[in-house]
């Protein structure tokens, strides 16, 4: 309050000797609690806010190259001016105190310079007085994770600014439009001019006066919040909006979603696509990889010393809205999983040799029981892709090829391949390897297009006519292939054959040492039917009833 018959004088500045209004407002209150202001251009965006609200004409002191423009400090950078200004008020004994406070500076992302605030004249659409329709498109779109509407939502809600869609830079695209200095009218180019640059196309006023061209351009995001009208006018405009999907990362929300978001709406009053993904960022030891901070993994590297397929398994590892650490092992692991695809898939046409694509009467219970699996696992995978969790897709194709299909079913089908008891029990073991392999690299063929279509190419393409594998259709799900009784029969089989094994590596033997195998009365009447396949794979002599138990011979 002592301060309130202040408002409404002047303030002199020391050093400068000029006037300010000392006056009345409201942020003063609100943080300092005296209620009167005096502001100085432009300390802050808090100053532009004063000085927008108060109406008060700004002292600009900078130019455009950051240097203060007039007096006896002209020429001087900011922080050079700072210094002599603080040398000069101490000469003259004007400093009552001085401390250290800290506050908040924004800098530039890219080389941390600090920002400084001068007034432009800028072209900006309107969007504050929109608010409410942006947040109802953004709602109208499905995201994947759901929790990034949030920060749609966040955003939006917090808008401070229309969007400025101009830039005084040297490159860019430019505003097609010219202005009269004259009578002040703006001239935009007609759309069968385009695209036009300005600077190369003169353009008379209706008043006679040569208009002048706009120097600025546009900024990134004015033209990528185009991307779906250009995807259109590439196609002929044959889609419509909304298109299905805008995959990116969420660092860019607030600008390529939002912006598209926005143009979609004003141009089409409509949402630019029905879906949108957000990945993450990929971070070296937790931190962002960044070419200024030198951290930075060369993916071209990667390749040449992997290979796209290993990278793209990797990559594909990642969770949706999630950052992925890169760590060497990892793509070390995809080249594993390469090598395996390569060598299993050898194997498996080798064991093809002959199959002329029949299709047996009756399947094997081995067989009926990884189609099974496979039918579930096709399930899952498709229901993956469909919501954008290619990160699931890919890690249960995975865990089916390693282990359901190399450790256990192609194991257990050798012995009918090589020695047939029937020819009807190994057409149906060809019959379900080809059909496992197919749908494997079929399922994998979106992460690990390469390796894929190589082994397509050297053995199904001659059978399925289809000319590619991308080309091919997407397995399909046949709810009547699963059958959950023989999945148990089967998983009890695997157990069974899990413990041989254990066992014989446990006592040094090789797995294809013979045994006599024992078990239980009750797994015994479960496995009756696949006793044949599990004497073959476990090279038992013999299985008894009786308490567990495994004897070599
Ligand atoms: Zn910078
Ligand atoms: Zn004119």
Redesign the pocket.
Known sequence: KRYKNLIGKKAKIPLFNFEVPIISDKSAEMEKGTGVLMICSYGDKYDVEAINRHKLQPRVILNQEGRINSGEYKGMSVKEARKKVLQDLKEKNLISEQKSISNFVNV?D??G?EIEFLPTEQWFINILNKKKQMLEQGRKIKWHPDYMLKRYENWVNGLEWDWNISRDRHFGIPIPVWTCKKCNKTIAAEEKELPVDPLQTKKKCSCGETAEPEKKVLDTWATSSLTPQIGLSLVNDKINLPFSLRPQAHDIIRTWAFYTIVRSYLSEKEIPWSDIMISGFVTLQGEKMSKSKGNVIDPAEVLKKYSADALRFWAAGSSLGEDLDYQEKDILTGQKFITKLWNASKFAFMNLEGYKQEKPKNLEIMDKWIISKLNNLVKTCTGSFENYEFSRAKSETEIFFWHTFCDNYLEIIKKRIYEPASKEEKISAQYTLYQCLLAVLKLMAPIMPHITEELYQKYYKKNEKTKSIHLSKWPEFDKKLVDEKIEKIGDEFIDVLGKVRQYKTKNQKSLKAEIILTIEKEKMNVLKPVLKDLKAVTSSREIKEGSFAIEFI
């Open positions: 530039h890219k080389c310079t």
